[in-house]
């Protein structure tokens, strides 16, 4: 993955967090190189800690406030400053159109113009990850339309792709975040709500763990990991 001032980087996500767990570190140091970095959340990610349909309770709110406050915040670690949220419910993306979520993938890779593109792969537990990874599938199909991106790289997701009963994401692309692993680290210290002590794996030990793990493929001592879905060299 090449990272320099020149790219434009549309990182499409389903959660808040997911952006720093796949690639955090790879964004710190591609906004230290000066690239252009934006970030799309499909959909929030707190209404599936509460029953069912019943998402209109003053805890709801306080719960979804603060899981916005805690990307905010992560974001500014990152010094990231184009972000949408959207709104779709969490774990519920089957339960829309698909089209839906093609199409505002398709609008953003129309207005940001993006280079690179990275988002989920499709060996997740979570089912919202797997759709947005056959969404961003869709959306990045080279029809001809004029654009500037080159690149689509997916990326792993650790607890939901560590929960999987047979995974199967073979990156094929490291990439050396030894210099921006405390950037990232403080960047998932934002996410307060979201990480237990280990070994759940979304903990600082959790982390590292799979940066490391990571890095044994590559030689390098901590390591974020893609797999390289397209590439057109034109």
Same mark, same amino acid.
């Given at each position: 993955?090449?990272l320099?001032?020149?790219?434009r980087?549309?990182?499409?996500?389903?959660?808040?967090?997911?952006?720093?767990l796949?690639?955090g570190?790879t964004?710190?140091?591609?906004?230290?190189?000066g690239? *252009?970095v934006?970030?799309?959340?499909?959909?929030?990610?707190?209404s599936?800690?509460?029953p069912?349909?019943?998402?209109?309770?003053?805890?709801?709110?306080?719960?979804?406030?603060?899981?916005?406050?805690?990307?905010? *915040?992560?974001?500014?670690v990152?010094?990231?400053?184009?972000?949408?949220?959207?709104?779709?419910?969490?774990?519920?993306?089957?339960?829309?159109?698909?089209?839906t979520?093609?199409?505002?993938?398709?609008?953003?890779?129309?207005?940001?113009q993006p280079?690179?593109?990275?988002?989920?792969?499709?060996?997740?537990?979570?089912?919202?990850?797997?759709?947005?990874?056959?969404?961003?599938?869709?959306?990045?199909?080279?029809?001809?339309k004029?654009?500037?991106?080159?690149? #689509?790289?997916?990326?792993?997701?650790?607890?939901?792709?560590?929960?999987?009963?047979?995974?199967?994401?073979?990156?094929?692309?490291?990439?050396d975040?030894?210099?921006?692993?405390? #950037?990232? #680290?403080? *960047?998932? *210290?934002?996410?307060?709500?979201?990480?237990?002590?280990?070994?759940?794996?979304?903990s600082?030990?959790?982390?590292?763990?799979?940066?490391?793990y990571?890095?044994?493929?590559?030689?390098?001592?901590?390591?974020?990991?893609?797999s390289?879905?397209?590439?057109? #060299?034109?």
């Open positions: 993955m090449v320099n001032k020149d790219q980087i549309l990182v499409i996500v389903a959660h808040p967090d997911d952006e720093v796949g690639c570190g964004l710190a140091k591609a906004i230290k190189l690239a *252009a934006r970030v799309v959340f499909l959909g929030e990610g707190v599936a800690r509460f069912f349909g019943q998402y209109q309770s003053d805890e709801f709110y306080s719960q979804s406030k603060i899981r916005t406050n805690e990307a905010k *915040a992560a974001l500014k990152l010094n990231i400053n184009d972000v949408y949220f959207g709104d779709r419910l969490c774990v519920q993306f089957d339960t829309l159109p698909h089209i979520i093609v199409k505002d993938i398709e609008n953003h890779i129309d207005d940001f280079t690179i593109l990275l988002t989920h792969n499709s060996s997740e537990v979570n089912i919202d990850h797997r759709l947005t990874y056959e969404a961003a599938e869709v959306a990045c199909r080279p029809t001809g004029e654009s500037l991106l080159e690149a #689509v790289y997916t990326f792993e997701i650790i607890c939901s792709g560590s929960y999987k009963f047979c995974p199967s994401f073979s990156p094929n692309v490291f990439v975040i030894s210099d921006t692993w405390d #950037v990232k #680290v403080r *960047a998932w *210290a934002c996410y307060e709500k979201e990480s237990r002590p280990f070994p759940f794996p979304r600082i030990e959790g982390l590292e763990t799979l940066a490391m990571r890095g044994l493929s590559s030689g390098m001592k901590r390591v974020e990991a893609f390289l879905a397209r590439m057109l #060299v034109r």
